[in-house]
């Protein structure tokens, strides 16, 4: 199977040597996403903005690659500190109140540019 590199300008650039998303057959891994705006300018807001912004960029790029949130299967939750969960956890639930899937949080040490909140998912198409 051939992989294929899903690239939007719906949703930030990568800011490293990694895509936004990759497809293989009928899946789509999507990277981490952080609040940043398709523009590149960070979203430093409350965990609840930050956590719709990220929402909000891997909906793009589910849409570059051809799918959609309701076709996720998997999400792994960063966040620097766990006390935000409530809060992350009660975004997240807008954006998959039905069927939700599978999901991982954690708490870890630090995220890129000391954001609050970072996500990323497995869908298919």
Do not use: W
Not at 52 to 67: M, P, R, Y
Not at 79 to 108: H, I, K, W
Request: aromatic share 6%.
């Amino acid at each position: 199977m051939s992989k294929t590199i899903i690239q939007t300008s719906n949703a930030p650039a990568a800011i490293g040597p990694y895509s936004q998303a990759v497809r293989i057959g009928d899946l789509v891994f999507c990277s981490g996403q952080i609040p940043l705006r398709p523009d590149g300018s960070l979203n430093n807001g409350s965990i609840e903005e930050q956590a719709t912004q990220v929402l909000e960029n891997i909906k793009a790029v589910l849409a570059g690659a051809g799918t959609s949130l309701d076709k996720v299967v998997k999400t792994t939750c960063f966040l620097s500190d766990m006390n935000n969960f409530a809060a992350m956890n009660a975004v997240y639930g807008t954006y998959f109140s039905e069927n939700p899937p599978a999901r991982s949080t954690v708490q870890v040490a630090r995220l890129p540019r000391d954001v609050l909140v970072e996500i990323e998912v497995i869908a298919h198409s």
